[in-house]
């Protein structure tokens, strides 16, 4: 059955992110030639920047969602830095108004006569790949279920929360489809 929930600012939803930064996390992308941490940071930056852009009208950032970025590597917690730091969830308006830095990133655009010409932007940056330890699969889920049971609690007509987890590996500390099977059937 499907969800019937509106998204809006009275009934706002909200998207996790939970990111693999565990030690193999510095190997290389073979075809980019960067760190699968630097590729997983770049793209967080920008689906945060997408998302804050989706949800401006005007100068305006609308709060439709809630958003989470927990990290689990060395260290399991909130990874947003800057004056978000240490925070499990915040408004996507404050994630659009406090990013920690701004970098000058390269892109290549149409010259209009056939060509590409590289052009120079700001990308919003609100974390930056780390790559240490191993990887503590179970108990980030764990804190993400937990976080968001009271999310939910706080939203009961909301729309339910999204959560996107982005891993290279295996956990090294169960397996987290039998730890999840376990809690559902326990209820």
Known sequence: MPYTAEISRVNPSCFLFLIDQ????????????CSKAQGLADAVNRLLQ?????????EEVRDYFDVGVIGYGQNIGPVLQGPLAGRDLVSISE??????????????VPDGAGGLVEQNFQLP???????????????????????????VV???TSYPPTVIHITDGESTDGDPSIDFQKKILAG
Not at 50 to 58: E, V
Not at 95 to 101: D, S, V, Y
Request: with cysteine.
């Open 22 to 33: 565990s030690g193999s996390m510095s190997d290389l992308f073979p075809e980019v030639g």
């Open 50 to 58: 997408t998302l804050a852009t989706r949800c401006a009208k005007g």
């Open 95 to 108: 994630i659009a108004f406090n990013p920690a830095k701004l970098e000058t990133k390269i892109r290549k």
């Open 125 to 151: 940056i609100w974390l930056d790949p780390v790559h240490n330890g191993g990887t503590p699969m179970c108990e980030a889920l764990r804190r993400a279920k937990s976080l968001l049971e009271g999310w």
């Open 154 to 156: 706080a939203h009961p």
